[in-house]
């Protein structure tokens, strides 16, 4: 049984601060990336991502603000932010994929108000 859960998300007022965080449970090998998405209407979108080898990219809305980190001995994953808009309002998703499959978390409300 592979999990994902994600704790962090809340409302927030404009400019303010949360940091996600995805905690991996289970045998989970052969990582390939994993990142943060936010849901879109019909996709969710990739906000952060990290790479097997450790190569970090993050969606230009997001750049300068947020954070993806992870902690390989917690085997978990965080995303920092910061400066929060309330176009950043959204459910955040976590993603582990491997050579195999892909798994993703229950999603977190994130919510800014102005």
């Known amino acids: 049984q592979v999990q994902l859960v994600e704790s962090g998300g809340g409302l927030v007022q404009a400019g303010g601060s949360l940091r996600l965080s995805c905690a991996a449970s289970?045998?989970?090998?052969?990582?390939?990336?994993l990142g943060w998405h936010r849901q879109a209407r019909n996709q969710r979108d990739l906000v952060a991502g990290i790479s097997s080898g450790g190569r970090i990219s993050y969606a230009d809305y997001v750049q300068g603000r947020f954070t993806i980190s992870r902690d390989n001995a917690k085997n978990t994953v965080y995303l920092q932010m910061n400066s929060l808009k309330p176009e950043d309002t959204a459910v955040y998703y976590c993603r582990i994929t491997t050579n195999l499959y892909t798994y993703w978390g229950q999603g977190t409300q994130v919510t800014v108000s102005s």
């Open positions: 289970g045998s989970i090998f052969s990582i390939s990336n």
